[in-house]
Nanobody, 124 residues
Framework: QLRLVESGGGSVQAGGSLRLSCAAS????????IGWFRQAPGKEREGVSS????????YYSDSVKGRFTISQDKGKNTVYLEMNSLKPEDTAVYFC?????????????????WGQGTQVTVSS
């Protein structure tokens, strides 16, 4: 059973940085895509970024492009989300999720495995 555990959330001031980690265990495959999603209070969960190492593909939403960087340490089965120039509107619970398949999705319904989430709070 694939298990995902996020870490690295916290509270920072606007302009600051955080690095989130998503550690995968139990199952790994070359056709596994890892995505980061976030959900702010009262809002729907939205896709932030994803990585599909098998095809060397990455995706970023327009709202984080140029500020966030997704990467993977294959030896540690861990995916990172480096978040720079954080804004108050980045405040949310951040989730990592996994999808097994021939493509890497961008929407929550495309992902079947989820972590428990980690809180990111950015103050102005």
């Amino acid at each position: 059973q694939l298990r995902l555990v996020e870490s690295g959330g916290g509270s920072v001031q606007a302009g600051g940085s955080l690095r989130l980690s998503c550690a995968a265990s139990g199952y790994t495959a070359s056709n596994m895509c890892i995505g980061w999603f976030r959900q702010a209070p009262g809002k729907e969960r939205e896709g932030v970024s994803s990585i599909y190492p098998h095809y060397d593909q990455t995706y970023y939403s327009d709202s984080v492009k140029g500020r966030f960087t997704i990467s993977q340490d294959k030896g540690k089965n861990t995916v990172y989300l480096e978040m720079n120039s954080l804004k108050p509107e980045d405040t949310a619970v951040y989730f990592c999720a996994a999808r097994l398949g021939a493509y890497c999705g961008r929407f929550p319904y495309e992902f079947g495995y989820w972590g428990q989430g980690t809180q990111v709070t950015v103050s102005s």
